[in-house]
C-alpha cells in the first residue's frame, strides 16, 4: 500500500476555483481500480493550503491514476491557480 500527500499553494482568491476542479477530480478517482481513498483537506490555519491525501494499493495503480483521462485534464486546469509548486510525498507502509 502506498499513501500519497500533495501538498499546494493555491492563490488565495482562486481556493473555490480550485475545490470545483477537485470535487471532479476526487469523484472520477474513487472509481478507479486500485484507489483505497483519496480526499483533499484544507488547512485549518490557512485556507489557502489544500492537501490530497490519497492510498492506493500498489505503485502501478498510481502511475495508472496519472495517466487516467480525468487526471489528465482536470490537474492542468489547477496549475495556473497554484502560488508556487505542490509538496508532494509518497510513502510507503513499513509498520
Sequence with gaps: MLKVV???YVISDKVEEVLELAKELV???VKEEG???????QDTKDSSIL???EEWESVEAL??????EHFTTIVPK??????K??????YKKVI
Design 78 to 83: 489547477m496549475a495556473p491557480l497554484m502560488a
Design 27 to 29: 469523484a472520477a478517482t
Design 35 to 41: 484507489c483505497i481513498s483519496y480526499a483533499m483537506y
Design 85 to 90: 509548486p505542490a509538496e508532494m510525498n509518497v
Design 6 to 8: 500533495a501538498k499546494h
Design 51 to 53: 492537501t490530497m491525501i
Design 63 to 68: 502511475k495508472k491514476h496519472g495517466q487516467s
